[in-house]
Structures are given as C-alpha cells and as structure tokens.
C-alpha cells in the first residue's frame, strides 16, 4: 500500500519470541537484521513478481488479443486470492477445533474473529461481482472461445471450501450428469477426497455444542426442561381458550393451537430428527441442535455471548455464499444467456440450482427460528447453575501455551 | 470461478478473425483445438501455481508464525492485482488519446466504458479496507517488526499509477524529507522517471478538451459569447438593485455582485489563470478548461452527453483516489496510533498530508462548480451550430479497423 | 446534512427563470425573498416533524416495549422513503417516452442518467439489508406478534413499482391463492388497478426499440442482411467441416454446427417468437428484439452509445431488483425459518418463488446474449448509413423548450 | 417490504408479557387482538401517510420545478431518519450505563449488540452518498437558490448526537466565527445545551473502564506491574545493546532505545496525562486509559472478549463519522467547489476541517497503538487473578429483571 508506514522500521528492539538465555544469539540475530537493512522490500515480500506477471491472455496467444480478457483474468485471480485467504482462517479454526483447544474458552476470541474475518471476505467477495459487471455479453463474446475447456467448476479451491464447511457429496446438484470430482484431475481429485473426510466445520461445530453446558441430563437437564414447560405453556393456552364462548375465532385459535403442538411435538421427536437428518434436512445430531437453541436462549449469559456470535456467523457464511451464488447465477445469465430451448446443458440453470438450501450447511441454525418460545417459558437458570455457566474449565498449562502457537 | 459456464466449451465454430483465404489452415486449427480437448484448465489459465503460492509469512521464516500475517499478505496482493488492471485500463485509454483514435467518435464508448471501470474497481479497493480493519493493532504489532523495512511506500504500480493520472512530481508531499523517487531503487526509479515523461491522462484529456467543437473564435466562439452574457447579465442585475429603495438587504445585494463581478472578471483573465497554473492551483489550460465549462453547459447536446460522463468520472477517479487516501489513514491511525509527541517520522502524519487537494488532478472540474450560471445567460446554439455539433468527423478506414486492435 | 454549506444563501442575484418584461416584478421578489431571511430552515424544508415522529411502536402501546421494533419501522421506512425516490424518477422517465420527447435525442441523458439513478437506489437498497440483519430471529419473536396481521406484502409503493416496470399480472406468484391485488383495499387497489393499466417502462422501451434507425425494411434493413449473413456464415463452416477427415471431433463439430442453425432459425421465426411471447417467456415485440439487438451490434456508434448504456441499465434494474428479492428471502430465512413440515402457508416458500425469471422484465436483453455472433458476421454499415445514423432529427422548438419543463 | 411474511398473523397464542394472574383478562385481550382482525395494516403501521408525503419541492412553489430537488429531499430524509434510529440505539446503551445495569455483564451483549449496529447503520451512511451523487453540480445550481437560508448545519439530531456521543464544545471548528449553537433558535438550542450537560457515551465508557477488574492497587494492580515489566524489559535491551561491538547499527539502536524510554516514561507520567488532557489531545481519564489497555493486553479472557469487542466498535463509530465527514466533504467540493480566493466564507473549507482528529472522540483507543509492548512484557495472571477475571459480579433479581425493560 502506498506509503503505508505498516511497514515502517520500528521496534527492532521489541522481540516477540521470548528471551533465550543465550543472550548473545540475540543480539547476532538483531545484527543480522541489521546487515539486511536494504532487506526485504515490499515488491519481494509480496513476491509481486509472480503476482502481476501472472496474467496471460489466451486471446493474445492466438493472434487476436481481446482487451476485456485481462479483466476477466484478474477478476478470478482476486477471487482465487481471497479464497486462499478463506480457506487459511477457515483451517486454523477448525485446528482449534480438532486441537480440543477451543475447550479453553480464551480461544473463543480467535474462532469468532476468524470466522468473522471470513464474513467480512464474503462480503467483498459479493460486491466484487460488480466490477466483472462493467464487462458485457458482447465483449465476452469476443474471447469466450479462447477459454475452452477451461471451466470455472475446475476452481479447486473453491470446491475444497464447500467441503470443508460441510457441503456434502451426496447432496452437490450434478453437474452435466457428472459427478463434480471427475471434472478434477489426478492429484487435484485425490485432495478432494482427502477434504471429504476430513472433519468439517459443521461435525466440528456439531460436536463443540454437543458439549453445551447445561444440557447434562444429571445436571441442568435443559431440554426435558424445556419440553415440560412447552407443553405446560401450551396446555394453559388450550384451556384459556376452551373457556371462552364459541366463535370462529375460538375455532380459529384453537386449530393454530393444534399446529403448535404437532410443530413441538416433533421438536422433541428424535426419531423424527435422525429422519430428517437422513435425508439431508437436517445436518445437525439432535444433542447439537439442543445446545444451539440452549445458546439462542441463554445468550445474555456471558459464557453464551461470544458461542451466540459464533451461530450468528455461521448463519452469515451460508447467507453470504448463497448470496455470492446467486451474484453469479445473475452475471452468467447477463454474459451468456439462458439459453432456454437450444438444448444442450445450460450452466445457467445449473448454477441456479446450486442457490438451493441443500448448499446451506447451518440450515438447521436457521430453522431454529421455527421453534422459538416466549421468554418465559424458558427454563429459569438457578442461582447456582448461574455460577456454575460463569466458572471456565480448567486450563492446564499445556493449553494455554497453544495460543501463540497457530 | 465455481462452475462457471463461461468456461464452458462452446462456439468452437466462431472464428472471431476474419476468415482467411486458407481455408485448410482454418480447419486444421480448429482440430487442434479440439485435440487440445483437455486443454487450458482453469488453474492453469489463471497461473494459480504463481497466485496461490506467493504468500511466504516473514514472521514464519523468523521462527514464529503469526496467523495474521497471512492476511496483511493477501490483502496487499489483491491492492496490487487490482492496480495492474487499473494500470491496463489506463494504458489503453491513453493510447486512445496518443494515437488521435479519439478523433473517432466511435471511441468514446470504450474510453468511457473504461475509465468507468477504473471507478468500478477503485470503488471496490476503497470497501476492501474493512477485511483489513478485522485485524486490530495488536496483532498487527506481532509480526511488525519482521517487515522492516518493507515499506507500502514503496508500491512502484501505485506511483506509477499517480504519474499516469497525473499528479506532478513538485506537487508530491516530500516522505521523511526525501523525494519520492528516491524510495526506489535502480530499474523502479528508472520506470517512474520513465512515467514522468509520458503523456499523463490529464495532458492527454487537456488536448482533447482544446479541441471541444464550438470554440473557434472564427465559428462559435463560445467563450466571447459566454463572456459577453455573462457581464449583460451582471449589470442588468446591477441595474435592477440600483432601482431599490435604500435598505440593508440592497446593501447586501450590492456587495453581493460586487463580488460575483469580481469572480467573473477572474475567470476571464488568462493572466491569472497561468498565474495559478503555475503555483499548481489550477491544472487545464485556459483553452481546456473553456472546453470543459461548454460541455458543462451543452451536456444534453447529443455529441457532448458521452464527453459529460467522461468528466464525471474523471471527477469520481479523483475523489476515490482520495477516498482510499483518507481510508488508509484511518487504518493506519488505528494500527499504529499517531505517534503524537514521540518523535521521529509518523507514518500517519505523512499520509494525512497527502489527502489534499494537491493530490486532486482534476481539480479545476469540481471549480468549475464555481462558475456556473442560470441557464438564460447560457448562448444558444443557433440552427446551424446545432446541426454542426451533431456532425462527426470523418473517419477513414485505417480509424475504423483500430477499433479491434487495441 | 451536517454543517452542509449546499444551504448557504448564495446567488439570490441569480434566477433561473428568464427575466420577465416587468423588472419590477423582479426586483420585488427578490425583496420578499430577502424579507425571509431567517426564512425557510432545515427541519421544515424537509418536515422533520413528519418523518422524525412517525415510529409507534406496536409493542410499547400493547405495554411491551421491545426495543428492537423501533429498528424495524425505520428500516421499512427507509425502503419506503427510496421507493418513492425511484417512483419518481420512473414517471419522470415513461413521461419523457410518453410525451415522445425521447425523439429529440437530447432527452436521452436525462432518462439515462435517471434510469441509473434508479439503480444506484436499488444497490443501497440491497445493501440496507446488511442494518436489519443486526436484529436476530429472537429478537425479533419479541414483537413479532404485535405486528398482526401488518404484512409486507402490502406495500403499494412496491407493487406500483412492479407494475410500472412491466411485471404482469399473469405473471405473478399467487400468495396463499389469493390475487395479489386482493391484498389491498379500497383505494389501493384502484391505484394498482390504474397502475396496470398506464403504460409500463417494458412497453414504451418497446415502442422506442422499435423505431430504431436501420431496421427500416427499405432502409439499411439489418435484419434481413443479419439473417443472410449468420446463414451464409453457418453454411461456409459446415463446408469447412465437412472437408474434415472422420473423426470424433468432427461429428462433434457438426452436431455442434446443427444446434447453432436450429438456434438461429429460431431468432428469425416470427411465429415462434410470438408464440415464446404469448406464454411470457418473451416479452419484447419481435421489431423491438431487433433493434435491441442492432444496438448491441452497433454500439459504438455515436449514435448508439447512449442507447446501449440504456439497455445495460435495464438489465441492471432487473437484477437488482431480483438480488433484492433474495437477499430479502436470506434474511426471512434468518428471522423466522422455513417452517419446513409445519403445514400452513410459509412466507419464505412464497417469496423464494418470486426470485425467478418470471418477474425479470428485460429477460429479452439477457437471452440476446445466446445470440451474438462475430464480429465479421455483423453487416457492415456503408458510408451513406453511417452518415444517416449520426444524424438527429429535426428537433423544433416545443421540443426543445421541453427539456426544462419536467 | 413486499411480501414480507415477517408479518404474517402467527403464534397469536404467544404472550410474551408474564401470563397474569387473571386469566379472563388475558384471553380478553387475544379477543381484542383477533377483533382488529383487519387491524394494523402496514402503511398505517409505518404511518406512510407522514413519509411518503413529506416532500415539498421549493422550487416547484416557486413555480420553476426542478426534478432533481426530490432527491436531495428524500436523501436527507433518509439521513435523518437513520440519525433518529441512530439516536435511538446510543440514548439505550448510554442509559444501560447510567442506570449501573451495565454491573450485570449479562447486559453487555446487549451494549455491544447495540453499538455494532451503530456501525452498521453509518456504513451504510457512508455508501449512501453514491446516490447523491449521481446529480451534479449543474443539477444542483438549477434549485440551489430556492434553499437559502436552510442549511444542513442545522441538523439538530446530527448536533444531539455529535454532543451524545461526546463531541466537546470547546473542540468545535467555529462555523462563520459563530458558535455552533448559535444556529438553532429556541426550543433546539435548548435541546441542545442540554445534551451537552447529559453523561456522554465517552464519559460513561471511561467510567466503566475505570472499574476493570484487575486495576485494583491492592490487588493485582496491573499498572504498577507493567511498568516494572516495561522498564525491566529495556533495560535487559539496552545491556544487549551496549555488549555490541560499536557500529553506526549500534548508535541507530541506542537512539532508538532511548525513544522508547521516553515514550514509555510519559505513558507512566499521570502529570502529562493530564496536561494532555486539559489541551484536548487526551480524552480519557489516567485510570481508564490503564483499564483500555487491560482490555487490549487480556483480550483473550473470557471476560473481556466482549469489552475488547466493544472497544473495537467504538473506534469504527470513530472512523465511520469521519469517513461520513469526509465522504461529505467530497460531496460539496464536487457540487459547489472550493471556491478558492472568492472571498466569503467557504462551507467546504469549514467542513474539511472538521475531518480532524478533534472530532475523534475515542481518540485514546487509537492512540494506545503506541503503547504496545511484546507479550512476554504483559504481567502474568496468576491462577488466582485467572479464577477472579471469570467470575460475575452478584447478580440480584432486579438487575435480572431489567433486562427484559428497557
């Protein structure tokens, strides 16, 4: 960045790592950095070299250089770019993840305010659309050809994201009757399979709210909590409203009463859940899907604030590359038409297709809404279940180490 | 992009080249291309072995990985991929206008389709800021050291792009008392010399505006007529006031013209506009800048509705030049403080300075707000000029077959 | 707008309207206008004491106060207070067509320039979404049922917009069976009623498409000369393919060439294409395709140049208009689920229905992209059209006079 | 909003105030509800009556209607309404804050909640000159004069919540040599004075920050152990460096180090805080500052995850009023100019002004940058300060109750 004094020489003294008792080394290290005072520059960090020399116009190669290519080449590398930036938070989290060190809850922060970074990316990412935009389907035209075979559903990255978020195989749209793998060679087919099996951000999250406090059955015991109260709020309505005089409204309120009862009821069904779960409609196990709507109710509580933002964000990343989804599906349709009736597959449709709930990992996060209770039919936390969401657990000094060391 | 039918294969048949007399060679390149069936792939197309590589954290080879470094890499990268393009679109403009193809009114639409596009992508550059704000001061602070002395002062497209636009070396804010050139080391600061020298695309734009149709002094002369209007109007004004009974509010109307008399006189005084021309407070020529105010007034007229646009967004590169100024002076606020009462060089301070309106090229197109009259003192297009302004000049053959071959 | 110096008296001297014969008359209006002096101010120019008192919470007068209502009020507001703005400038525009003032080409920028302002208004107005996803499902089950039986689909503003656009009744989704006017009462439903009626942007772009110059049958007659040229094309690649030894890659070039003639035999059936029309999968007359497409073709013609920026912003009112519709599902999503198995109507399933190509008005524009073709397939315009497409039409005086008086 | 099902007649059945101990009144009162069957409709709920009738064109009263005056109207509407909504928001967190409920940490989602959307909405404040701007200074002039004497300076909210959020009197730029209040009349200017004796936000969050636990001198007194720390730590440089072998590296880390002493000595020098203070270019308290930089240095407890977020928050409130300046002052220099050496007073002068630090009311936060120091330099928490961090402050039920009232 221009005159950006980031990079300003400035605190050499300050070292980061901590003192060794080897003072000496020290100070020869403070040397060398020294000695490298032309040091690095900002054209080598950045390794500008292979950044802006990147870009090679397939229209220019054979013979009739089309000056719109160039755009359409950066654009991509822009997106490329800041996947590779997605994909680097969306690792590290899901280290934290893996590591167990998320059960120290310092590290909280970090997940949250990565996983944020990766909102505030989608975000860019949706108005990037906009520049791509200022191309039109008549200036494509001229170097589409140019292109072939070369498809953006070859985007590796973009494809190891889906499935390490938790996009799973068996419910991607085929593309071209294709399974989306084959259209990925060797060694980029064989990392495909590897994030396939990988623990997703979803089982990942899945398991973290499984560990709820207040969902012990020998404790708090949340949802059989919960549920009598449900129903006690719901019995209480019906009689209310058996009480008064015959209308249509009492028929009315009495029949939307039904309708809650059957809509709880199946809340609490967990053979209906792991129904659902089979089919894909739902992703989360039902111990998860207690804690997410345990967090929901109990988030004022300050152990619940930070996990609160979490679902929050989460929901953002399905909404945001829903929405970067359907930005594309609106700038395929401007450059190449729906091409309705010409036969043949048309990747319009089949990237409208793809803006579909089953691309929503946290979709149950979202559905959550559906079972929503008034306050007072929450179950009231007791002074000393209060204590015990505030008390952290325990953080060996194995823990605390780990956060310096991502 | 993710299953991006652009790519699709498609249109094999269409030969964007005129076709040849060799109709062998053209069918025997389209077998090649289909023999290259699993040709040019998406990664690639997009050199992404070069893209997605790049990112080598300092912090990392220094024995001490710190996650965030990771973005500052990235985000910077994308600044640089973005100014390549703007850098692209640039040279292709002022290649419009070095060559005389601007001569041919055909080329307005790509000249202004592109500038627009340069507003577009700078726009985005400014949004993109706030992936960078996810990252506070103190983790910016872990990796600080290990940059120096890198510095974003040294971003050679950046200044390359100021040069390109415009902005003249003995306008720069000096940086740590030191001419900016001297940041750069052998071939960069030969490459910003280089650019120096090179029409700037405010020259460039000046040229064009000299020649607005209507300024003849021996055809329309607009400016005379304008003048002449103007001071008519003035004292009839003038006139009407002296006709008032005696009250403060005829005082103030007084005063009032006056000073409007006096800012009418100063813009039709060549004298004083060299003199501020060369204090650096005004940039066009006295001949541009009467091409600039005619098609202020003439926007609607057919010929000048595109030579309008072109203005405004020339106005809109300057302010969102120095939109992203002032949005990397608030990061670097929030990033490093301002330093006050410290001592030595502040980064912040330096980049303050240069949000100013010395760093605006256009800045004679937001004056000319200054100048503007009631739509009555503006001189009619008689018959004859009108249909004059509709006129294109001719364009020859060798013109017209430019258009493909930028 | 704070401190904004827009408001300062200045140039009372100047009036925008011609100068009356009665100086008098004159002078003294400019007294009464002085006589105002503390005149008009801020707060009532703008009838803050409307628009700042307009938020009642339903919740507080039912004894509830939920905060986040308040919120939710100035939000819709907000979108009310832009659809009016966009409203605005529609009529102002389909004025423009209506009077037929669009002949005089000079009116061309300001319907350009207002038709883009109608989607700088929608590109807030989807990013305005980013403030109301501040409010969660929970927060907003809090006043939810306050707001009974209230509902969005009752903003007329919104409808009218739909209508004057060109959504047609037939068209539409139905909600909840019912007709969609059937949701307003009275005098509302007049008004939509009437807004059916009056001509909508989709017709009078239609009537002005239609009247573009070169499609005249004894004129330059593009469509006959395009359809020769493509057929000519199509033929002179399958004799190069069929020159071809067998191969794979032929039968697929020749399978390919077969789509591309049925594809183009298609664009020049009139019968088809009023049949397509009858069913709404067109919507433009077939002339009105036409000269859309020379437009494409022709572009960069001066001429032309504003016409296409036109066309392109059409498209861009589509989209956003469609990524408004999404984003608004996205955050229904969020706010209450899909109810998925509850039986009952379900909003979100509702307004998913209406992200479609149903409610694109200029889908024509779009699918044309299926129909480029090279550029040396394009007929060429010989100098006498050339010269005949730079020239205006006469433009007399009422014309002329009618570009102040919108 | 169209369609929005957010308000569709549902869970009718579900109170959300406590169920009464009279339970006729209550089904009573779903009675009432279900009799307004027909009830609230949306555009009287949104009372469109008042929005979308509130603009009054003064240039149409003068019989000279101007198109482009509805926009800058409905702009500054939107802007208003937002600042009420704005207002709103600050006035809640402020009055979480002066009540004390800010004790209960269960309270502080809700502070941060808040204040995010603060941010959020002046993002899109932000954005939203992109509208207006889309009408020029040629537009403007046609109705500019109709507006005299209203100027934007009297937006009062804007005022209310610049002296809300902690903007001080004697850190004003005078506008015209007057002061600032001196532009409202009356009742406004009261409103005014009174605002500016209310606790600003600024006040109530440097009270709350003088509580940090851990600031306590008699207990884990975290300033007097991070200057032992600070000083211990370059003194051990300072040995390092002297063991050097002399060199001009040497001399430059010698007089680097020494910089760094006399920054940190006037960190710990509460004298010069309060000289700074007493000057304006210091706004917090000695205390609170230590309490900021607590928060900075801990972030990562539990605890002061959300504080450190909301820390975070204000300094975007910062950043974004003053981008929002900034973005204005664009605005003006494009419609009206600079006016340089017309004399007068210059609106866009007096605005670029107050894009000044002076205006950054959490100028502090920033400015710790400065201060920071590597992590092996932060005192330890030891076990016992661990546990404390976590634990809640005593809740008793009134404070729980008050978060259901505000």
Chains 1, 2, 3, 4 share one sequence.
Not at 34 to 40: L, P, T
Not at 119 to 143: G, H, N, Y
Not at 293 to 300: D, G, P, V, W
Request: net charge negative.
């Amino acid at each position: 960045m221009s005159g950006c004094p980031y990079f300003e020489k400035r605190h050499l003294l300050f070292k980061n790592k901590p003192p060794t008792t080897d003072e000496d080394e020290d100070v020869s290290q403070a040397g060398v950095n020294k000695a490298s005072k032309g040091g690095i520059i900002y054209g080598d960090y950045l390794q500008l070299d292979k950044i802006v020399t990147a870009q090679v116009l397939q229209s220019e190669l054979k013979g009739n250089k089309i000056h719109d290519e160039h755009l359409f080449i950066v654009t991509h590398q822009a997106y490329e770019l800041w996947f590779k930036q997605i994909l680097f938070e969306l690792d590290s989290v899901r280290e934290i993840f893996i590591s167990g060190h998320v059960r120290d809850e310092r590290n909280m922060l970090k997940v949250n305010t990565r996983i944020h970074r990766i909102v505030m990316i989608l975000r860019l990412l949706v108005d990037q659309f906009a520049v791509l935009e200022t191309m039109t389907a008549l200036d494509f035209f001229d170097f589409r050809e140019y292109l072939s075979p070369a498809s953006g559903f070859q985007s590796l990255q973009f494809r190891v994201l889906e499935n390490k978020i938790g996009v799973p195989d068996n419910l991607r749209v085929p593309y071209n009757r294709r399974h989306y793998r084959d259209n990925f060679k060797g060694h980029d087919s064989e990392t495909l399979l590897a994030t396939e099996r990988e623990p997703t951000l979803l089982k990942l999250v899945e398991e973290w709210l499984e560990r709820t406090p207040g969902l012990e059955v020998d404790g708090f015991n949340f949802w059989e909590r919960l549920e009598i109260n449900i129903f006690d709020g719901l019995n209480q309505e019906k009689e209310k409203i058996e009480k008064m005089p015959d209308s249509e409204d009492k028929e009315e309120m009495m029949a939307e009463l039904v309708k809650q009862k059957e809509l709880f009821t199946s809340l609490f069904d967990e053979k209906r859940h792991d129904h659902l779960l089979s089919k894909g409609e739902r992703r989360l196990s039902y111990k998860a899907l207690q804690g997410a709507l345990m967090i929901y109710f109990y988030r004022e509580e300050p152990r619940f604030q930070v996990p609160f933002q979490l679902l929050t964000s989460l929901m953002d990343i399905d909404t945001l590359m829903t929405k970067w989804r359907y930005n594309h599906v609106c700038m395929v349709h401007r450059m190449i038409g729906s091409k309705a009736g010409t036969g043949g597959s048309s990747g319009y449709h089949y990237l409208r297709s793809t803006v579909s709930d089953r691309y929503k990992v946290f979709v149950d996060l979202f559905n959550l809404a559906t079972f929503l209770v008034p306050r007072h039919w929450v179950p009231k936390l007791n002074p000393n279940v209060h204590t015990f969401l505030y008390m952290a657990e325990c953080c060996d000094s194995s823990y605390c180490s780990s956060e310096d060391s991502d």
